[in-house]
Each structure stands twice: as structure tokens, then as C-alpha cells.
């Protein structure tokens, strides 16, 4: 326990980054979109279709080293983007259809919780053994493993090789409150 205490805080934080990106995004298209447009059928419709995309975009699995087989996303980037020219060009034609623009707030909000149970729930920054520093670990039913080089965590395996050398994990900031 005391070796995730000590992981670099930037490691940790590099990935909140995106979700702090996918929620400003996220609020800033809700309070842009009139409270008429919200109530109309299509606008539910357009949400779920396209938090569904978010997810479709998202890769299934993400591979292991010498152990499983990522799985790559079913839509690609020229899809995403026939998808948002078509919904951005349905706006242009019609007022009707703005409900269907204004509905795509959907991608980044799945998107960014998408990315949030990935974090809490499918991935941890643990030390790995082999590389020699903190790394993300991927589970894979009940344990974890490094997604650089595929080795399995192991919580009573001394966590750092180099610890001998002087290697000496940054100090952070949530270290020195407790
Ligand atoms: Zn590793």
C-alpha cells in the first residue's frame, strides 16, 4: 500500500486531465442549448445515439502484453467525422433538426464517464517490478497487470529493483498531508 502512496502524482493526473477537458466541454454545450430544445423528443434520441458512438469509439479491450489481445474500436476516425460533418451540415438546413446538433453533448459526456470508470475501475498506477517505476495496470478478472510489459502485480514482490541504486520516487504533494 505504501508504494501506491508514493506514485507520482503527474502519472496519476495525466488522465484527469482529459475528463477535466471532457466536462468543461460537456457543461459549456448544456448551458449553450435553449431549455426548448431540451424538451423535444429528438434531443433525447440524438443524446443516446451518440453517447453510444462515444463508446463505439472507445477500443473494447485494451491489450495486455503476452497475455490478451486488445480489441480496437468498431468506429474509426472517418466515421466520427461523416458523423459530425452530417449532424453539422443537418443544422445548417433545417431549425427542426437542431435538436439533433445540440443532442451531440452526448459524445463527450459518455465519453468523459466512460474515461472515469476506466480509471476507478479497470486501471491502477502500481509499481511494476520490471520497468522499474510506477506504470498503469490493467485487470483482467481479479488481477493486475503492467500494460507496458504485461508482468502481473504482485503486492509481497519488492516493488523496485533500482531502490539499491538511489532510485527514489518523487515526493508528492498528498504524501506530505499524511
Ligand atoms: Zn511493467
Known amino acids: 500500500m505504501i508504494a501506491r502512496e508514493l506514485s507520482p502524482w503527474l502519472k496519476r493526473a495525466g488522465p484527469w486531465m482529459f475528463f477535466v477537458v471532457g466536462l468543461l466541454v460537456s457543461s459549456y454545450l448544456f448551458v449553450i442549448t435553449p431549455v426548448s430544445i431540451v424538451q423535444m423528443p429528438l434531443y433525447a ?28 474500436p468498431l468506429v474509426g476516425w472517418g466515421v466520427l467525422a461523416l458523423v459530425w460533418i452530417t449532424v453539422a451540415t443537418l443544422g445548417r438546413v433545417s431549425d427542426a433538426l437542431l435538436p439533433i446538433v445540440y443532442g451531440m453533448v452526448g459524445f463527450p459526456l459518455a465519453w468523459t464517464a466512460l474515461l472515469v470508470w476506466e480509471l476507478l475501475w479497470k486501471t491502477k498506477l ?50 506530505d498531508r499524511r
Not at 58 to 69: A, D, G, N, S, V
Not at 142 to 163: I, Q, V
Open 45 to 72: 434520441l440524438s443524446l443516446i445515439g451518440s453517447a453510444v458512438l462515444a463508446r463505439l469509439f472507445l477500443p473494447i479491450r485494451q491489450t495486455i502484453p503476452k497475455r490478451r489481445r486488445g480489441r480496437g
Open 126 to 175: 502500481l509499481p511494476c517490478s520490471k520497468c522499474d517505476t510506477f506504470k498503469y495496470f490493467l485487470r483482467d478478472k481479479r488481477n493486475w497487470f503492467c500494460s507496458n510489459c504485461g508482468s502481473k502485480y504482485s503486492p509481497h514482490r519488492p516493488p523496485y529493483t533500482s531502490a539499491a541504486e538511489g532510485w527514489q520516487p518523487p515526493k508528492t504533494k498528498s504524501e
